[in-house]
Structures are given as structure tokens and as C-alpha cells.
């Protein structure tokens, strides 16, 4: 059997075979941006993991002095530190004019509501009693820029917050509420905490005074749904 080449539709043969090399080249380019975005992924990990090892090794290295003889380290020290904060919200030093020693006495609630006092306390236990607190927080800081920088969806974004938080402790949380509505210095931290709602399962319970709830936005606490 032989073929007449004179009848050969030429044009319709190279119709399918450019439609072939369209087809070919589609899933080239489609599994390229795959193994792209897959490299990606695995660079931004890489580099999270590196930060998060920062974050540790500082928290770690987090000293509270708790008298002359004696400092807690690591997450001893955020707690003893927390355990002070509390303790100098609850008691004042006060003198009276028939005695010149210094006492103690329990602060009114006017008092623990008040913003400028409870910042003048933070500062004077962080400033004097704790070392590497900052430091802490501006690593977290880096960590938490570096998720909303990136390139990712919403919904990828808030799941690497998510596992953020998983990785600080419950006092860290409750060091990180103080820090943002007591300290400009981390006035970003404090817009990334409200935008990626951050206090999510904060104990608002445990503050040291219930009003101090208002001191930030409520979109801090929102419920982020990622069973989808």
C-alpha cells in the first residue's frame, strides 16, 4: 500500500504538531513553577527554622535577678520575672509619717487599672532586673515581619503564625500582651499581633487586671478558623 504525498493535508499535520509542542510545553512549564514554588516553600522554611533557633537560644539566655544570690534562667526567668510584675501591681512601698522604715500595702483597684503605673513598673523590672527580655521579643518580632512579608496566601500565612505561637509558652503570651500595649518600642509587634490576631488563645484571666484588656484592639483575640 502507498501513499500519495500530493494529498497529505500538510497544514493539518502541523496544526496537531504544534498543538502537541503547545501541550508539552504547558506541562513543562506547569511542573517547573510546581518544583518552583515547592523550592520556595522549602527556602522560607529553612530560613523560619533559622529564626525560630534564634528565638530559643535567646529565650534561653533570658536572666531574671531575683535577689543578690540568685537568677532564673530561661523560662524560669520569664516566670519569676512575671511572678515580680505581678507582685509589684498588687503591693505598693509606702511610708507613714510615725514610721520611717518602708511597708506594704495592698493597691487599690484605681491603681492596677492605671496605664502610666503599670508601664512605670514594667520598665523598672525590665530595665534593672532582667537581661535579654528585649532581645527576646525583637527575635519574635523578626519571626512574625518575616511570615507577613512573605509571598504566601492569607490562610498559608496564618497557619505559620499558628505554629508560632505553639512554640512560646503561656507566660510568653502574657509577656507578649504587656510588651505591646505598654512598650512603643514594639509598636510594630503590637499592629502584627491585631492584624494576624495573635492573643487568640490568650487567658485573659490571668492579667492583672481585667481592664487591661482594653488596652488593645479586640481583633488581637479573634478565633482563626483553618479547618479548611
Known amino acids: 500500500m502507498t501513499f500519495d504525498l500530493h494529498i497529505i493535508d500538510w497544514v493539518a499535520v502541523s496544526a496537531i504538531a504544534t498543538g502537541i509542542m503547545a501541550v508539552a510545553t504547558f506541562v ?5 513553577r510546581k ?17 525560630l533557633d534564634r528565638l530559643e537560644k535567646t529565650h534561653n539566655q533570658v536572666k531574671y535577678q531575683v535577689d543578690i544570690d540568685y537568677v532564673s534562667v530561661g523560662s524560669d526567668g520569664f516566670t519569676s520575672a512575671w511572678d515580680d510584675f505581678k507582685r509589684r ?6 511610708q ?13 483597684e484605681e491603681a492596677k487599672r492605671d496605664i502610666e503605673l503599670t ?27 518575616y511570615i507577613d512579608t512573605s509571598s504566601f496566601s492569607i490562610d498559608g500565612k496564618h497557619r505559620y503564625m499558628t505554629f508560632i505561637l505553639s512554640q512560646l509558652t503561656e507566660i510568653n503570651v502574657l509577656w507578649l500582651f504587656y510588651v505591646c ?11 502584627l499581633v491585631e492584624k494576624w490576631s495573635l492573643l ?25 478558623d483553618l479547618s479548611t
Not at 35 to 50: K, T
Not at 120 to 125: C, D, E, H
Not at 181 to 191: G, Y
Open 200 to 224: 487568640r488563645d490568650f487567658k485573659q484571666w490571668e492579667l492583672i487586671h481585667p481592664d487591661h484588656i482594653s488596652w488593645i484592639s479586640p481583633n488581637a483575640f479573634n478565633k482563626i
Open 119 to 145: 508601664r512605670t513598673n514594667y520598665f523598672l523590672l525590665i530595665e534593672n532586673n532582667v537581661t535579654d527580655f528585649i532581645s527576646y521579643f525583637n527575635s519574635l518580632l523578626s519571626i512574625i515581619k
Open 35 to 51: 518544583q518552583f514554588i515547592e523550592l520556595q516553600r522549602q527556602n522560607f522554611e529553612n530560613a523560619l527554622f533559622s529564626l
Open 96 to 108: 507613714d509619717a510615725n514610721n520611717s522604715k518602708f511597708q506594704e500595702r495592698f493597691r487599690t
Open 89 to 94: 501591681m498588687d503591693i505598693e512601698l509606702y
Open 28 to 32: 513543562t512549564i506547569v511542573n517547573s
Open 181 to 191: 500595649v505598654l512598650d512603643e518600642r514594639f509598636s510594630d509587634l503590637k499592629r
